[in-house]
């Protein structure tokens, strides 16, 4: 399984932006797709998931309300709208997936077996 982020880049603060995420496989019917960041000096954190197959979302406090996961099966692809930009949303954003995760374990970093590259979104204040 491949996964290859795109969409990054530089915005103003209140901006947006949209990530992709394209999925190299077919069947991922149980599988939960998740974005996490990790800004310099920092540790990785979620950001947001979805269940595949039920499209149940997850959301970090810190982007609930400003942020939206959705995928499209046709096109195999997770996207992460984000809107309102704070500066504080600066970092290199991945993408993971994960079969089987449990819903106690889709903000774990260690439940998600693939990644991708990371595509860098920086906020100017």
């Known amino acids: 399984v491949q996964l290859q982020a795109s969409g990054g880049g530089l915005v103003q603060a209140g901006g947006s932006l949209r990530l992709s995420c394209a999925v190299s496989?077919?069947?991922?019917?149980?599988?939960?797709m998740a974005w996490f960041r990790q800004a310099p000096g920092k540790e990785r954190e979620f950001v947001a998931a979805?269940?595949?197959?039920?499209?149940?979302?997850f959301y970090a406090d810190s982007v609930q309300g400003r942020f939206t996961i959705s995928r499209d099966s046709a096109k195999n692809t997770v996207y992460l709208q984000m809107n309102s930009l704070k500066s504080e949303d600066t970092a290199v954003y991945y993408c993971a997936a994960g079969r089987g995760v449990i819903n106690s374990s889709v903000r774990r970093t260690r439940a998600y077996n693939y990644w991708g590259q990371g595509t860098q979104v920086t906020v100017s204040s």
């Open positions: 496989a077919d069947t991922f019917s149980n599988s939960v």
């Open positions: 979805i269940k595949w197959g039920s499209r149940i979302t």
